[in-house]
Nanobody, 123 residues
């Protein structure tokens, strides 16, 4: 069974950068598309970005386009989310998740989820 672990979160000032990692602690994500989601306090969890199993056709939410970049290294069983020019509204718990189908924003399609990691953007 695939188990995912996020890392790289923390506190950063507005305009700063962070790189989140999503690693498979058990199993392999090689054949899965991987999505990043986030949940801010008092809000529903929303899709942020997704990358196919081969690394092609990444997709982004409009709110993060041109600031976030998703990538993957299947040899390391890891997906990354590079977040630049962070804004206070990016503050949330970030989750990575795996789906056996193509990238989708439908969260019920994801069969494995990480525990989440806090990202706080504040001066």
């Amino acid at each position: 069974q695939l188990q995912l672990v996020e890392s790289g979160g923390g506190l950063v000032q507005p305009g700063g950068s962070l790189r989140l990692s999503c690693a498979a602690s058990e199993g392999t994500m090689e054949y899965d598309a991987i999505g990043w989601f986030r949940q801010a306090p008092g809000k529903e969890r929303e899709g942020v970005s997704c990358i196919s199993s081969t690394g092609g056709s990444p997709d982004y939410a409009d709110s993060v386009k041109d600031r976030f970049t998703i990538s993957r290294d299947n040899a390391k069983n890891t997906v990354y989310l590079q977040m630049n020019n962070l804004k206070p509204e990016d503050t949330a718990v970030y989750y990575c998740a795996a789906t056996s189908i193509l990238c989708t924003w439908y969260q019920y399609e994801y069969h494995s989820w990480g525990q989440g990691i806090q990202v706080t953007v504040s001066s």
